[in-house]
């Protein structure tokens, strides 16, 4: 029997359909072996007293490899989206915790973004500014805030919230990786109660309290190697958030201030996060301000 152009060409579609379903099977395997890894990694844990399950250092690390090494016809969005999925979903079952959310400015670009870097699994719990979604986080066992990273013009200066040893503090900065059109893009902090270990110290962030404003300030932070986040007034008065790269950020933020005419001004500590990875060629300016 002769066999046809037709015949080899649905010979040839239906070998590539096996391995599509072989390479489908494997793929939910170690999907399950990853869930075993998980349950030993949590007895483990137990004995040893405990701990949180939110690494943001080593996720920030995994990302950037993740990045790194992709290549092919799957976009960079569906790859990162589905690592973040079974990132998330995983520390869920570990220990069990909701994402609050400001959904202040609109709830659509928020909950993209939660459920892009978190999953279905975890709780979405949308709140109306960022005091309420600090007020969430400290009065739960282990949850997660998401807070927008420019702010808001009435959210005021909410990370004085942060500024007491045991208050919340940011743990995180989103999207780990930064490029262009990401589709969950907007720039976003993760707070948490204190992380004991695995924190990203890579930019730490500082609050100040000031008497006034100082013109220079932008300026010497800038000049002292870091970038003012955000200042807005509050109850008590006026106070800045300042960026600074690690470990060195507590030095630069008093250098910054004292340049600034502020030198009795101490910075508080309110957190860290990993500097995002940029995932194409940083321009100069991108270099400078990357914290």
């Given at each position: ?23 489908d099977e494997t793929v939910h395997r170690l ?261």
């Open positions: 029997m002769t066999t046809t152009a037709d015949d080899r060409a649905a010979l040839d579609l239906a070998a590539l359909r096996q391995n599509i379903d072989r390479i999907l399950i072996e990853r869930g075993e890894i998980i349950e030993n990694l949590i007895a483990t844990k137990a004995r040893q007293g405990g701990g949180s399950a939110f690494r943001p250092g080593r996720e920030a690390e995994m990302m950037r490899r993740l990045v790194q090494r992709h290549t092919g016809l799957l976009p960079l969005d569906t790859i990162e989206s589905i690592w973040r999925i079974i990132i998330g979903t995983f520390t869920y079952v570990q220990s069990n915790y909701s994402v609050h959310v400001d959904v202040s400015a609109g709830d659509a670009a928020m909950r993209d973004s939660a459920r892009f870097h978190f999953g279905f699994t975890a709780p979405y719990v949308p709140h109306h500014g960022p005091q309420a979604v600090i007020d969430a986080v400290e009065g739960s066992v282990g949850d997660l805030g998401l807070l927008r990273v420019a702010g808001g013009v009435g959210d005021g200066a909410w990370w004085t919230r942060l500024t007491d040893p045991a208050a919340p503090k940011i743990i995180a900065r989103l999207p780990f990786v930064d490029r262009p059109d990401h589709p969950a893009g907007i720039p976003l902090f993760v707070v948490s109660k204190p992380l004991a270990e695995a924190a990203a110290t890579d930019v730490q962030l500082f609050a100040a309290r000031l008497d006034r404003w100082r013109d220079a300030l932008p300026d010497s932070i800038r000049e002292s190697g870091g970038r003012l986040v955000g200042n807005a007034v509050d109850e008590r008065g006026l106070s800045v958030l300042m960026a600074f790269a690690g470990p060195d950020g507590l030095t630069s933020a008093r250098r910054a201030l004292s340049a600034a005419g502020m030198s009795g001004v101490d910075p508080v500590y309110v957190g860290s996060h990993a500097a995002p990875f940029i995932a194409r060629k940083p321009s100069a300016s991108e270099i400078s301000t990357n914290v």
